[in-house]
């Protein structure tokens, strides 16, 4: 069973500074799914993304990624990492951006257009990035990460900024590129988002409090939505 999950995380200790942001964590992201990291900020989302691929120091642990321990070289093709921060060169347009990191990975040409219509920018694709919106701007930064056709894609708060319509659209991308046996680490801190993942993990102070399908969620808690059932696992670790 571990030899299909895409990500296992077996007893990681993190410390930050002074801080141990996470204290002992153990999990496992199946694959061809979309799981949602969720918890509030702080919680150490970011920090257990940075450990996955492997450019967080990390205390004791171990992560094993597509069957390889976390960081080794032959991942590097195979997963695709969007942070929060802008990945992309401002002074190159959108396209200009894609082909330049299409042939890093020697992607085939055509992958530019395919992923310009992906992220829905080709009315955008001859702009300069810093012409562009915020939220345009992060689409360029997934498709930098969508032409290697990454088998596991981790994605930190991919939805931040983004209006109503276009955080629809972009979850319909992620299941479309599940669908086609991609594996999605997608974090965010807004709880309506659990509903469209196929698998939650909910993270807070450095542990996970439900690891669950989201309706698993909602029969386990006997809450009516994602929020309410965070809040009442919450009440209920702290009660004990
Ligand atoms: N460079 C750093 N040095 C020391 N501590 C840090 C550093 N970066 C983050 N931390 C601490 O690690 C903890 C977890 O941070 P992390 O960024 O992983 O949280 P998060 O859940 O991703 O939050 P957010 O949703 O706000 O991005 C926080 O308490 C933070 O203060």
């Given at each position: 069973m ?12 993190v ?6 942001v ?16 969720l ?11 940075r450990?996955i ?19 080794s ?24 951006n894609?082909?330049?990191?299409a ?8 992958v530019?257009?395919?992923v310009l219509?992906?992220?829905?920018l ?6 300069h990035?810093a ?15 969508l032409?290697g ?8 708060e991919?939805?931040v900024?983004l ?9 319909e ?8 046996g ?6 965010s ?10 698998r ?5 102070e450095?542990k996970?409090?439900a ?9 386990k ?20």
């Amino acid at each position: 069973m571990m030899n299909n999950a895409a990500v296992v995380v077996e007893k990681l200790r993190v410390v930050r500074g002074k801080r141990e942001v996470l204290p002992d964590l153990s999990l496992t992201v199946p694959r061809g799914q979309v799981v949602g990291l969720l918890g509030p900020s702080g919680g150490g989302k970011s920090t257990l993304l940075r450990a996955i691929v492997g450019v967080q120091i990390v205390k004791s642990g171990t992560i094993t990624v597509l069957g390889e321990p976390a960081g080794s070289r032959n991942l590097r093709s195979r997963v695709g990492y969007v942070t929060q921060e802008p990945s992309v060169f401002q002074d190159l347009t959108v396209r200009q951006n894609l082909a330049y990191f299409a042939k890093l990975v020697s992607a085939a040409p055509n992958v530019v257009d395919e992923v310009l219509s992906s992220i829905d920018l080709d009315s955008h694709a001859d702009s300069h990035v810093a012409n562009l919106s915020g939220g345009q701007r992060s689409r360029v930064s997934l498709g930098a990460a969508l032409v290697g056709a990454p088998e596991l894609l981790i994605l930190d708060e991919p939805t931040v900024g983004l209006d109503p319509v276009l955080r629809r659209d972009l979850w319909e991308l992620f299941h479309r590129l599940a669908g086609a046996g991609t594996t999605l680490l997608v974090s965010s801190h807004v709880m309506d988002e659990a509903t469209r993942c196929h698998r939650l993990l909910l993270l807070r102070e450095g542990k996970i409090l439900a690891d669950e399908t989201p309706n698993g969620l909602l029969e386990k808690t006997g809450a009516t939505d994602a929020e309410g059932a965070f809040l009442r696992l919450i009440s209920k670790e702290s009660a004990k």
